[in-house]
């Protein structure tokens, strides 16, 4: 049995075209940070300290002045372990491995809407669009719970021989403020993770519209005659209450 592409008029549909979208934007994600730290120290009054840590064993930003406040306190960036990041690991640090596979991962699911939207019949769309986005929120479901069991990790693995002692387990939290004696900081969520969430969100909305061939450009006309259709009511209503 050969296999056809669909014709191109059918990449039209929000079913199969927002699954494209999505896979571009799940590979441009890479590009930028997942996850983007604030930091504010009584070491650098004058100055804001920020990090910004990618899918990959990569973290820019003011990462070398952080190392040098962690160290005080035997808290360290984490072990890639398989791929070399851009510091040198200390160490006691971590072993975080599944780090060197956070590209793995998006490509993967990149692939795999690329895929969806290259199925030759409407039944094998449909299903393919449910296991796309039941396997998506698997992966970034397993790889959010992960990220913070090693955070965790990280801040209860406190290095016993560092200068500040009796400094108490912590666990820096994906979003949110959190301080650690003298320092203050503010986790939130990188560009690249925007992007994941917005590819994410395109395959639900390819999900809804399964069983529809509705473009865009279907979606806005409906959406502006429904907008219209209230506009003519609330005048017809305004003139009869006169």
């Not at 075209?17 to 441009?28: H, I, K, N, R």
């Not at 372990?81 to 006691?92: A, K, L, R």
């Not at 990280?154 to 979003?175: N, Y």
């Not at 993770?193 to 969100?201: H, N, R, T």
Request: charged fraction near 15%; proline fraction near 7%; hydrophobic fraction near 45%.
């Amino acid at each position: 049995m050969s296999y056809e592409l669909p014709p191109k008029s059918a990449f039209l549909e929000l079913r199969r075209g927002l699954p494209l979208v999505a896979a571009v934007l799940f590979v441009a994600a890479l590009l930028f940070p997942m996850w983007s730290i604030e930091v504010h120290a009584v070491q650098y009054p004058s100055t804001t300290l920020n990090l910004h840590l990618y899918a990959y064993p990569r973290i820019s930003g003011d990462y070398a002045e952080m190392a040098n406040l962690n160290k005080y306190i035997g808290f360290y960036y984490p072990d890639p372990v398989y791929w070399q990041p851009n510091y040198e690991p200390h160490d006691y640090a971590v072993d975080v491995p599944e780090w060197s596979l956070g590209p793995l991962a998006f490509v993967v699911v990149s692939a795999c809407s690329a895929f969806v939207a290259l199925a030759p019949s409407t039944r094998k769309l449909k299903r393919g669009l449910f296991a796309q986005l039941a396997g998506t929120a698997a992966v970034f479901g397993v790889m959010l719970a992960d990220i913070q069991f090693r955070l965790y990790q990280a801040g209860h693995h406190l290095d016993p021989g560092a200068p500040v002692m009796g400094v108490e387990g912590f666990t820096p939290p994906l979003w949110g403020t959190y301080k650690v004696a003298n320092i203050t900081s503010y986790s939130r969520f990188g560009v690249g993770a925007y992007m994941a969430m917005l590819a994410v969100g395109l395959l639900v909305v390819a999900f809804y519209y399964r069983d529809s061939t509705a473009t865009a450009g279907d979606v806005a006309r409906g959406i502006a005659a429904r907008l219209g259709q209230r506009e003519r009511t609330a005048s017809v209503d305004e003139a009869g209450g006169r």
